[in-house]
């Protein structure tokens, strides 16, 4: 052959392009590549065999080399001839390889080798174009030599456009195909050395690599797929296996889009071609490499390749499982997930095997391996990052979709989940609840009883089954005995036969019926005479039957007693978790939060015990503000509110199948009057904005709406909880239809009004509330003068109800709740509440102060109509309400003997109605005020537009207008402030300023008016007029701090600091400066007035109203209170707190002052972690340099070691992350330098320093913090010795101490002894001492 060609050199000369040597090159930039190509596509046609002519096959190789000169059009015709030729080729060498001469079997190497150069070349070749098309756009110019524009003066966009007309995308498959075809030769016959065979087939393999690099054309199913049998075929056939390692490593390691692609060429050639040894070798690699936490890019591609590989081959990573789990050690967190992931496929592929499910013998090694496979997942939920630990419970969540049941490991996930919940990872939380929510969805326990999983029901199953077992087993005991006591007694001519069938017969009637044991005897004495072969043996088989359903059935009741053990601990296992997912609903992630519902929504439809109190406590998130719906994962998130409202939706209010209109009306009505029964005022008030979202949706038929009526209206006896739950619901639903009341009123009137809510005060005071939503629910808007609100005359039979049903003598507590509701809705509705109000107090004065007849008319009088109406289903009335009276009358009678005493009650129920009359007629005057203003604004605004006139004298007059309106406004509201200042509680005219001095002297004389029920009334009503008048205020506010301190009701001094705060609403300066008396709440020993306190205080202190000056220390205590809800309180405080300018700084000293020194120190351990939570807030470092310097000179000015070790910690919790904070460290030395030995102390600075040098700072000063070191070291060696020194003193001055008292003691005794004196005067002394005394 002319031509000399060495495939393996041309490959290698290949590498780089533009130095290849082509003998006969010709330029396409300078000729036309048409002829050329022409020529050479004829002689190839021709015959196949040309290509071995050089100036042939020089012609290809100056095309592909000049590529980006030629054509689409000819690259395209050159791609064809190429392939015709070479398919032509391989037919022949296939054709002849069945020749024996080897010879001409070997004639066709050259010309096979050259096609397969050439069509490696043009892939690259093809690519190239394609790149240089895409490219186009930029204006960077190309190289001279590749430059296409130059030949035809193209223009840029030209180009760009031919580029995109011509791609090979449509040949690729051909291609691959035809490199399929080459790779069946029988190459041993035609490549005689390895060498050169390996050339030759790497030469094939080339492009199917190079194509597998482009993603574009990976995500071509036809594609992928020839590149994958490309692949095959050679490692099948040819030896290609360690180059395909190496390229399938190199592909993993720089392809991140190959990682899948990969995996499923590994589990063809495996599961297609039955070579898996490939697949294990790359597993074994990967199982070799480590990879660190800074590498990104290949633990990812790797984790994906080992995940796909699992889920496509199984079987394959199961072999190899032992060396990969090396990698749940790797420190890059993508290759643990990978390898939690690749457990999981095994896991699926373990569980769903023949040998599980069929239960063969191997099922007990596979059983075995899944329990492993179980233990290394579970125990990754413990692992260092967050990812890894969500991918457990994702795996595993995919395992539960399994139809296995394997009752142990779903325990197992479900205590991990439990446990995870305490997470600090809102992702690993959000997947615990997750999980949860698929156990109870999948859980096995439905095939016997239905699905539900409640837990009474259950307990009831477990004890059944266990007394039938005991009673079973017990049974089969006793017979056993029976049998042998016979068999003693039955005579010795009896034969054996006989013997064992009565031994079976008699067992079989023992379980059978017990009652026939005496009877046995006769018959088998008669059967042992007559008995026949063939009898014994239909007997014999017939108790072996017996005693095999005995066995079977003793063996189903212990499986059933075990299903019930398992289902039990599955329920008390999820009921462990409860109360930290009702937490959860509280999370700022809101992808948590709604995991959270979904997870109480299918408990709740499940039965479980405690998802009831989740659901409720869930209503709370009505007031969720759904701004914008984040999306993670790529998943659209609803919102919180409206998943809310669609879960009550889908449990109390969507109809159920098969069932009645009227059933379903029922139903409904049912589910909401129920949502109140024992609601909190929280719950109510959030089930209230959720019923009017509701009733705005039109999402609440009418038809329920009547049947709730029905129910209140009803005139049987109803359960008390259950008319007051309608009449709550219809309120709830009137706020945002005000037609559902006023359509109603005469019913309200006439039941909650009427006897039924004479004898249910609760009822009333609902009713009282329905009644006033026929004022509407505008909001008022700030500035606004308009009120939309409606207004009655006074005349209307409402008012009079109203007043009748307040005067109505009664003796229970709910009195006050219902009184205080009334009087709301007088104030609401009325147009002149004042004179209503105004008889009201008369008639109650004339009660509570007219001479007592009969102390005992009033109760029996309520007895008898509690008698008539409604009968209390549930529980009765508090015990606590009947005695009141009793309780008064026996009081006041030992109190005044014939004394003419009023009625304790009937006082305090006065003094309730003045002072709640009281405050809402502050609030009626702010409303009178503002209909004043409003209406002075509609006459001023009429007479502008009556003037008329030009626009710039209409402005003029209008500023003129704007400016006398504004001071009639403020004629208006100082003529409002005189009247609630002076007139209210002053006023010769005013009926309450009888009923000022009668509180005072009430609340001022504990001991004469002991009855707790008017002391606490008194107290609450003389809180509120000290919210009147500064001047009323300013007089008594004292006897109310010193109620405050004094009473031992803690409700009293519940309401008091809740007044309290009313009260620095409207005189700041008063309660600001009693301020301390107010911070004494916060060491109450009662819960109740403590979180009021607490409550009160930080209202006060985030809105300005009082300062700051010290106490917040006190604050601070709260921290770390027993109680938690104390504790939350206090951080949210000091969260909102850190956000006023410089707060928390400006008061640091002070608190650590407070809780380090005095009587008001806490524990040093309670200290450490308060500061810990408070210093989190320091954030600026200017105020860290700051808080340095204080606290170094704080050193100078303490004696005490505590306070030496309080500092220090406060010091070592700043960040120094700045030069001059160190330096202001070192700069204070001399504070601190002779406290250093103390235990603590040094240990702290030592913290400091480590902290010191971790900063990454560039100016980080080394040299000073080595000397400040030394330093350190030096003063504390030196301070310990210092202390050694001075114990040494002490201890020598303490021995010569005691010595000279001995040598005083031996010298005074000899002369004592001759003077008897002393002795005599001793008692005098003495009796000058207990005079003092």
Request: one cysteine or more; hydrophobic letters at 35%.
């Amino acid at each position: 052959m002319s031509v000399s060609f060495e495939l393996q050199d041309e490959l290698q000369a290949l590498q780089d392009i533009a130095n290849y040597d082509i003998p006969n090159e010709q330029d396409p930039n300078s000729t036309d590549p048409g002829p050329l190509l022409q020529q050479a596509v004829g002689a190839i046609a021709h015959s196949s065999e040309e290509i071995t002519d050089p100036e042939i096959f020089d012609i290809f190789r100056s095309l592909l080399k000049h590529s980006d000169a030629v054509s689409g059009a000819y690259m395209s015709k050159m791609l064809d001839a190429l392939l015709s030729a070479f398919g032509s080729q391989i037919d022949a060498a296939i054709r002849d390889s069945k020749e024996e001469d080897q010879q001409i079997v070997m004639a066709h190497k050259l010309p096979l080798e050259m096609y397969a150069f050439l069509v490696n070349w043009f892939v690259g070749a093809a690519e190239k174009v394609k790149a240089i098309g895409e490219e186009d756009t930029p204006p960077a110019p190309v190289k001279a030599r590749r430059g296409r524009g130059g030949k035809a003066g193209t223009s840029r966009a030209a180009t760009a456009k031919k580029a995109e007309q011509w791609t090979w995308i449509d040949q690729i498959p051909g291609t691959l195909e035809l490199i399929c075809k080459a790779l069946k030769l029988k190459t041993h016959r035609i490549w005689v050395t390895s060498p050169e065979r390996d050339a030759f087939i790497t030469c094939l393999t080339r492009p199917a690599y190079h194509v597998a690099e482009s993603e574009q054309y990976m995500k071509i199913q036809n594609v992928r797929m020839h590149v994958y049998k490309v692949i095959c075929l050679a490692v099948k056939h040819h030896g290609h296996t360690l180059a395909a390692q190496i390229n399938i490593m190199q592909s993993l390691q720089y392809y991140e889009h190959l990682s899948e692609p990969m995996a499923e060429c590994l589990s063809i050639l495996a599961k297609e071609f039955d070579h898996a040894q490939l697949g294990d070798e790359i597993l074994r690699e990967i199982a070799g490499k480590s990879f660190s936490a800074q590498d990104t890019k290949g633990p990812r591609a790797f984790s994906r390749f080992l995940v796909k590989f699992s889920e496509e081959s199984p079987r394959s990573v199961l072999k190899q499982i032992s060396l990969l789990i090396g990698h749940l050690d790797s420190e890059s967190y993508p290759m643990r997930m990978a390898i939690v992931e690749v457990i999981g496929s095994l896991i699926r592929e373990l569980a769903t095997s023949e040998d599980i499910t069929n239960r063969t013998n191997g099922s007990n090694q596979a059983g075995k391996e899944l329990d492993g496979l179980f233990e290394l997942l579970l125990s990754r939920t413990l692992d260092l990052s967050s990812y890894v630990r969500s991918k457990v419970f994702a795996t595993l969540s995919k395992v539960l979709d399994l139809p296995l049941r394997l009752p142990e490991q779903r325990l197992r996930i479900t205590r991990a989940a439990v446990d995870t919940l305490e997470d600090k990872a809102s992702t690993v939380r959000k997947a615990a609840v997750s999980i949860l929510v698929k156990l109870i969805l999948t859980h096995p326990y439905g095939d016997m009883y239905g699905g539900d999983l409640n837990m009474e029901k259950w307990e009831e199953r477990y004890k059944i089954w266990k007394d039938k077992l005991e009673e079973m087993e017990g049974g089969i005991g006793k017979a056993v005995e029976r049998d042998k006591d016979e068999n003693e007694v039955e005579e010795s001519n009896f034969e054996e036969e006989d013997e064992d069938e009565d031994a079976e017969m008699e067992g079989a009637d023992a379980n059978d019926d017990s009652d026939a044991p005496s009877n046995n005897p006769k018959p088998k004495k008669r059967k042992a005479n007559r008995k026949s072969t063939v009898d014994v043996t239909a007997i014999v088989s017939e108790q072996e039957a017996l005693a095999a359903l005995e066995t079977n059935e003793i063996l189903a009741m212990g499986l059933r007693k075990k299903y019930c053990t398992e289902a039990l601990d599955f329920m008390r296992t999820l009921e462990g978790g409860m109360i930290s997912i009702t937490q959860l609903l509280g999370s700022t992630n809101k992808a948590e939060v709604l995991e959270s519902m979904e997870y109480f929504r299918v408990a709740f439809e499940y039965q479980l015990a405690g998802a009831e109190r989740g659901i409720k406590q869930m209503l709370h998130l009505i007031w969720h503000k759904d701004n914008s719906s984040t999306s993670e994962d790529g998943k659209e998130l609803k919102g919180v509110r409206s998943r809310l409202l669609e879960c009550y939706r889908m449990l109390y209010f969507d109809p159920l199948p098969d069932m009645e209109p009227k059933q379903q009306v029922n139903r409904i009505a049912k589910n909401m009057i129920e949502l109140t029964y024992d609601a909190t005022l929280a719950e109510l008030t959030s089930l209230e904005e959720l019923m009017r979202i509701m009733m705005e949706d039109g999402q609440i038929h009418y038809d329920v709406i009547n049947k709730l009526w029905q129910v209140y209206s009803a005139p049987q006896a109803l359960p008390r909880s259950q008319r007051r739950g309608a009449i709550i619901i219809i309120g709830m639903l009137a706020l945002s239809k005000r037609t559902i009341i006023s359509e109603k009123v005469d019913t309200l009137l006439k039941i909650g009004l009427g006897p039924f809510g004479k004898a249910d005060l609760t009822l009333a005071r609902y009713t009282c509330l329905a009644l006033q939503r026929l004022n509407g629910s505008a909001k008022k808007v700030k500035g606004s003068l308009l009120d939309k609100s409606l207004r009655m005359e006074m005349e209307n039979p409402i008012f009079r109800k109203l007043q009748n049903t307040i005067e109505h003598p009664c003796r229970s507590k709910d009195w006050f709740g219902m009184a205080e509701q009334a009087i709301n809705t007088i104030y609401a509705l009325g147009e002149h509440p004042d004179e209503l109000c105004n008889n009201l107090i008369k008639n109650l004065t004339r009660r509570a102060f007219a001479k007592r007849q009969n102390t005992k008319e009033p109760p029996s009088e309520l007895d008898t109509e509690a008698m008539e109406v409604d009968q209390e289903m549930e529980l009765p009335e508090p015990a606590s309400h009947a005695p009141s009276s009793t309780h008064i009358s026996t009081q006041q009678s030992s109190m005044g003997e014939e004394k003419d005493l009023g009625d304790v009650f009937h006082l305090s129920q006065l003094l309730f109605v003045v002072g709640h009359v009281a405050i809402k007629h502050i609030v009626f005057l702010e409303l009178v005020e503002r209909e004043w203003k409003r209406q002075k604004d509609e006459k001023q605004l009429a007479e502008k537009l009556a003037a008329g006139g030009s626009p710039n004298r209409a402005n003029k007059e209008t500023e003129e207008l704007d400016q006398v309106a504004g001071n009639a406004e403020d004629e208006i509201g100082e003529r409002i402030a005189a009247v609630r200042e002076t007139e209210l509680l002053y006023g010769e005219q005013s009926l309450l300023m009888l009923y000022g001095p009668l509180l005072v002297h009430v609340c001022g004389s504990p001991h004469k008016f002991k009855n707790r029920t008017l002391r606490a009334a008194a107290t609450l009503s003389f809180s509120k007029f000290l919210c009147i008048s500064s001047q009323f205020c300013d007089q008594h506010h004292h006897l109310l701090f010193k109620i405050l301190e004094t009473s031992k009701d803690p409700n009293i001094r519940s309401n008091i600091v809740i007044a309290l705060g009313d009260v620095a609403v409207s005189f700041s300066n008063i309660v600001d400066e009693n301020s301390n008396e107010l911070y004494k709440g916060l060491s109450d020993g009662d819960l109740v007035v403590k979180k009021n306190t607490l409550m009160v205080l930080t209202h006060l202190i985030l809105n300005g109203m009082i300062k700051v000056k010290g106490q917040l220390g006190e604050m601070a205590k709260c921290l770390e209170d027993e109680e938690p809800r104390i504790s939350d309180l206090a951080k949210l405080f000091f969260t909102d707190l850190s956000t006023k300018d410089n707060a928390i700084y400006n008061n640091l000293p002070d608190v650590i002052s407070h809780l380090s020194t005095g009587d008001h120190a806490v524990e040093e351990e309670i200290f450490k972690s308060t500061m810990r939570y408070i210093f989190s807030f320091i954030e600026k470092e200017k105020q860290a340099e700051n808080i340095v310097e204080k606290l170094c000179q704080r050193f100078r000015l303490s004696e005490d070691p505590r306070q030496w070790r309080d500092i220090a910690f406060c010091l070592s919790l700043l960040p120094f992350k700045s030069e001059r904070s160190v330096k202001k460290l070192i700069e204070g030395l001399q504070f601190y330098r002779d406290k250093l030995h103390e235990e603590g102390v040094f240990d702290r600075f030592s913290e400091i320093l480590s902290k010191a040098r971790s900063n990454k700072s560039a100016n980080k000063p080394d040299t000073e913090l080595n000397e400040f070191e030394s330093i350190l070291d030096e003063h504390r060696r030196q301070g310990e010795e210092d202390q050694a020194f001075e114990k040494r003193v002490e201890g020598k001055r303490a021995a010569a101490k005691r010595k000279a008292t001995r040598r005083s003691a031996r010298k005074k005794a000899p002369e004592a002894e001759p003077e008897p004196e002393p002795a005599s005067q001793a008692p005098a002394t003495r009796d000058d001492d207990d005079m003092y005394v």
